[in-house]
């Protein structure tokens, strides 16, 4: 079955959309991305890691989106660029299937590196694609956004993702039915 998952009017406003959302980033670029003393590491870097030691042929596969590193902090910088309509509201900000994604990314990256993962830090960098006309107040196109990513949520994060997998699945990685 072949079919159309949107129309020519859906597409011109995203189109459009990402346009105001470029031309309001490359104007407030250095609002939002210093080049002082920071050195950009990659832009999707993967993350490809075994998640729990008694499965290991199951792997976490995601992408990093950006990643700085300031070398007067001696600090890394892990950025996850989202988009949305109009931005997160504080339920979104405390679902944590949305915003355990960048612990994870900080957990693994800190294992990669070998560092302490006290340096390295993480922002929802969230790109909205409307902004209300009649707001009362200014609205900016961009919003971020770090969870809470301390000790006490990375072995929340840790603790949880190992209940998913033994939960789904076998030790020798298929699926539990």
């Not at 910088?77 to 994604?101: A, H, L, P, V």
Request: proline share 4%; charged share 25%.
């Amino acid at each position: 079955m072949q079919g159309h998952f949107s129309t020519p009017e859906e597409l011109a406003s995203y189109f459009n959309d990402g346009v105001e959302i470029l031309a309001y980033l490359q104007k407030k670029r250095t609002t939002y991305f210093s080049t002082k003393n920071v050195k950009l590491i990659a832009i999707e870097f993967p993350v490809v890691a075994p998640v729990h030691e008694d499965y290991p042929t199951i792997k976490l596969i995601g992408y990093i989106d950006l990643i700085f590193y300031a070398e007067d902090l001696k600090k890394y910088f892990i950025i996850d660029i989202k988009t949305s309509t109009r931005g997160w509201n504080d339920y979104k900000k405390k679902d944590e299937f949305t915003t355990d994604q960048v612990l994870i990314y900080k957990w693994h990256f800190a294992k990669l590196l070998n560092t302490d993962i006290n340096n390295i830090a993480v922002t929802y960098f969230i790109v909205k694609r409307k902004i209300d006309p009649d707001s009362l107040w200014p609205q900016k196109r961009i919003q971020e956004f770090s969870p809470s990513n301390g000790k006490v949520s990375l072995n929340r994060v840790s603790k949880n993702l190992k209940k998913f997998i033994e939960e789904c699945f076998n030790y020798d990685g298929s699926y539990k039915v």
